[in-house]
């Protein structure tokens, strides 16, 4: 059961980044093509074993959803390394879904990786719980630590908590991620 939820998740992941948006949200390619204008992009998928997903698990505070990610690399023009790592989040807010994409720094001197954008790619809530730009810029330069949750380095949403708390678990879940995850990216 758990494989055909992954499976699940991964292919709703590739709808939502192979769909043209009428609402106005970027596909994760468009996103990244304006972070990167030139650059060399690619995508793969991401299978965690038993044993990583329960360190990401740990490391990210909860559960995750399922052992199959999607990611893209992009190397900036001209650039032999990768420029920036993103990953795919689908998940639920409320009562409907919204899929981000999380743009991460490679892995830093220290070994991890920080936030370096959220791009919301699809969202079918309400228009007013959908985070503004101006709160997605606080999770820039987070790394994966105690700091990053509500009400210690990111600032709730009046009125969107439940929001709020879906953006902060989608990056404590790609930090985490992709601290275990091994393969070609890294």
């Known amino acids: 059961m758990r ?10 992941a590739w709808a939502v980044s192979n769909t043209v948006h009428a609402s106005g ?17 690619r995508s793969e998928s991401v299978f965690l074993t038993e044993e990583q997903k329960k360190a990401a ?16 690399i992009v190397t900036p023009a001209g650039k032999g390394a990768a420029g920036a790592i993103a990953y ?3 998940h639920r ?3 409907s879904g919204q899929t981000l994409l999380i743009v991460l720094d490679p892995a830093l001197p220290s070994g991890a990786a920080r936030v370096r954008r959220i791009e919301v790619v699809a969202f079918f809530e309400p228009r007013e719980y959908q985070p503004r ?17 509500l009400k210690r380095a990111i600032q709730p949403i009046t ?3 439940l929001t709020a708390r ?6 404590r879940r790609v930090l985490a991620v992709h601290a275990v995850a091994k393969g070609p990216a890294q």
């Open 159 to 161: 009125g969107a908590t």
């Open 93 to 95: 807010v409320r009562t």
């Open 88 to 90: 795919l989040d689908s």
């Open 3 to 12: 494989i055909w939820r992954s499976l699940l998740l991964v292919v709703l």
């Open 57 to 72: 698990d740990t490391t990210a505070g909860e559960p995750l959803p399922s052992r199959l990610f999607k990611r893209f």
């Open 25 to 41: 949200f970027p596909t994760p390619e468009e996103a990244l093509a304006l972070l990167y204008p030139g650059g060399e992009l």
């Open 133 to 149: 730009e101006k709160w997605l810029g606080q999770f820039a330069g987070q790394g994966l630590s105690e700091e990053l949750r």
């Open 166 to 171: 879906a953006v902060t678990a989608a990056a």
